[in-house]
């Protein structure tokens, strides 16, 4: 078994609640290189059944899965999402909330189709990330490398015209499948006392456990060749090193130009906002 996160994070839980499942979970990196190698027969397949078995609200099950094998069709994705790594692995998954097949049920079955504005948006949203993570455990758990995509909804209508997607659908996350090339680097994560809250929400370890992180990831250099780069800001001093706090702080000083009109694009597939 890989390095997972209780040794990369120095933590020691009970041996025997550490089974198959826990180890796995908390061994997943991102995989942004793949092999050629083509995947098993029957593959997909099973990942889909395994994505499937995920919750979904009131058993609606208000998404679709689009898996592109397809070179060319992989290749306009990897443009669109400004991810290379698209067009290299073997099968991207494209995880679509869905309510075009909801309106058809509705349709079929003479009633009104009257449930389709914000929170059945968010049902839908939460049923299609749900099912991505099983896929992804799934895979991992095959020996496969994955990496989600959140450059898919860099341009829905675009995605939406490739995948022909119908009206209240639309590419909410990508996610690449493949054998790694080499080993994924496990990064960090905020430590315990910044993410859990007990009985209440609390910043009281905020400032300190965010400033352990901030250390910790700049030295681990996982951002090198990644800065978020500022117009006309500088990079920090040696006594301001770049780390997830700076490198995460530039980040959302600069809305993500190619999303700026999603709300708008999504309304013209059909969503109802």
């Given at each position: ?15 025997e ?23 098993p ?73 009257a449930?389709r ?23 991992e ?61 609390s ?18 250099g ?22 997830w ?24 597939l059909?969503?109802?906002?």
């Amino acid at each position: 078994m890989s390095l997972n996160r209780f040794q990369l994070e120095n933590l020691n839980p009970p041996a025997e609640l550490l089974n198959a499942v826990i180890q796995q979970l908390t061994s997943h990196a991102s995989v942004r290189t793949y092999r050629p190698d083509p995947l098993p027969e029957g593959v997909l397949e099973v990942l889909i059944t395994a994505a499937q078995s995920a919750s979904t609200s009131s058993n609606l099950q208000n998404y679709s899965i689009i898996a592109v094998e397809d070179a060319e069709k992989r290749r306009q994705l990897a443009e669109i999402t400004k991810n290379a790594h698209v067009a290299e692995a073997p099968l991207f998954l494209v995880f679509c909330p869905d309510l075009y097949r909801m309106e058809r049920v509705c349709q079929r079955q003479g009633h009104p189709f009257a449930d389709r504005g914000m929170d059945m948006f968010l049902q839908a949203v939460v049923d299609a990330a749900l099912v991505a993570q099983n896929a992804a455990v799934a895979a991992e758990s095959l020996g496969l490398g994955i990496c989600m995509i959140g450059g898919i909804r860099n341009d829905p209508v675009k995605v939406a015209e490739l995948l022909k997607l119908p009206p209240r659908t639309f590419a909410l996350v990508g996610m690449t499948v493949g054998y790694p090339a080499e080993p994924p680097k496990l990064r960090h994560r905020l430590p315990l006392d910044v993410i859990l809250h007990r009985e209440a929400y609390s910043d009281a370890g905020l400032e300190e456990g965010v400033r352990r992180y901030d250390e910790v990831t700049a030295q681990s250099g996982i951002y090198a060749g990644r800065q978020v780069k500022l117009e006309g800001a500088g990079q920090p001093s040696a006594a301001r090193p770049y780390g997830w706090c700076e490198h995460s702080a530039r980040r959302m000083a600069r809305p993500n130009a190619d999303r700026a009109r999603l709300k708008e694009q999504l309304a013209a597939l059909g969503w109802e906002l």
